[in-house]
Nanobody, 126 residues
Framework: QVQLAESGGGSVQGGGSLRLSCVAS???????MGWFRQTPGKEREGVAF?????????KYADSVKGRFTITKDNAAKTLYLQMNNLGPEDTAMYYC???????????????????WGQGTQVTVSS
């Protein structure tokens, strides 16, 4: 089992920045992690993903490319999402997710992930 705990959400004005963190615990060997977000009435959207063994291999949703950066600290078992130049369209509940196995494919498919955090709310005002 893997437990995930997000933090770092909050309220910010448009153009501002936030940094989300996700600490993994439990059996964390060979897991692939990423960030999703969801707004009420909409499907959960894949935002950013990173290879567990190659930090330079990442994937982003088109809507966040150039503004969001995903990184990880393997020693601290922590995943980060640096979010810059935030806009109201980024308002959502952000979830950290993990799936067992190596990151052969940096999947944005919700159904591929079997571990989820409780979410952290990000609210951006215009």
């Amino acid at each position: 089992q893997v437990q995930l705990a997000e933090s770092g959400g909050g309220s910010v004005q448009g153009g501002g920045s936030l940094r989300l963190s996700c600490v993994a615990s439990g059996y964390t060997d060979n897991i692939c992690m990423g960030w999703f977000r969801q707004t009420p009435g909409k499907e959960r959207e894949g935002v950013a993903f990173i290879d567990s063994r190659d930090s330079y291999r990442t994937k982003y949703a088109d809507s966040v490319k150039g503004r969001f950066t995903i990184t990880k600290d393997n020693a601290a078992k922590t995943l980060y999402l640096q979010m810059n130049n935030l806009g109201p369209e980024d308002t959502a509940m952000y979830y950290c997710a993990a799936k067992s196995g190596f990151c052969w494919v940096l999947s944005r498919d919700v159904s591929d992930y079997n571990y989820w955090g409780q979410g952290t709310q990000v609210t951006v005002s215009s």
